[in-house]
């Protein structure tokens, strides 16, 4: 099976600007959660979406919003977008078939806010 | 306030020494993963730990699950440069299926 795939991997964008990740799941998995990853926080979790409804929320502010389509692919959206967002965001999706919510990691996309 | 610590932060030894990470918590945990992760790379999955006490070995790497579920433990024998990463252990608490995880320790294997 084809792992996660995360595009574009890298992204330059200014402040006030707004972003676009996609993330496309392992094929059978339909929960896919977000996470953003930076050196001074670690790994922080965004959301989580399982058949294109949003099932879990971390504490980020709602300029980070997401969706997910029915073939289970889904996108996250960063809108005005400040430097303090620049970081690795990470897309995982899991196997339905493990039963504790083991997370299979896309490379990530990088995003550097200037 | 981060629910899970790691320490060390950083770890840097001789290729053929052994080492411990630490994964500590005053939460208590249904479960817990650690995870490896390359530079450019996402984490991958190595084990999860369920059951308090539990003791997996995966080759030459040991994780230990604390009795009262509240930490871990990664001991690594006879390192070599391919064990080189950032390691994450993640748990996931009683009633609530988001993983939290914790701050990492950055191992590097000198040849």
């Known amino acids: 099976k084809a792992g996660v795939t995360q595009t574009p991997r890298y992204l330059i964008k200014t402040r006030g600007q707004q972003v676009t990740l996609s993330c496309s799941p392992i094929?059978?998995?339909?929960?896919v959660s977000w996470y953003q990853q930076t050196p001074g926080q670690g790994l922080q979790f965004l959301f989580e979406y399982f058949s294109e409804t949003q099932r879990n929320k971390g504490n980020f502010p709602g300029r980070f919003s997401g969706r997910q389509f029915s073939n289970s692919r889904s996108e996250m959206n960063v809108s005005t977008l400040e430097l303090g967002d620049s970081a690795l965001y990470l897309c995982a999706s899991d196997d339905p078939g493990l039963a504790y919510n083991e997370q299979f990691f896309g490379p990530g996309t990088r995003l550097t806010v200037l | 306030t981060q629910l899970l610590e790691q320490s060390p932060q950083f770890l840097s030894i001789q290729e053929g020494e052994n080492l411990t990470v630490y994964c500590n918590s005053s939460s208590v945990f249904s479960s817990l993963q650690w995870y490896r992760q390359e530079p450019g790379e996402g984490p991958v999955l190595l084990v999860t730990?369920?059951?308090?006490?539990e003791v997996k070995k995966l080759k030459r790497l040991t994780f230990q699950f604390g009795d009262a579920r509240k930490d871990s433990s990664l001991h690594i024998t006879a390192a070599q440069p391919g064990d080189t990463g950032l390691y994450l252990c993640?748990?996931?608490?009683?009633?609530?299926?988001?993983?939290?995880f914790g701050t990492g320790t950055r191992l590097t294997i000198i040849p």
């Open positions: 094929s059978g998995h339909r929960s």
């Open positions: 993640a748990g996931a608490r009683f009633g609530n299926e988001k993983l939290t």
């Open positions: 730990v369920v059951t308090g006490g």
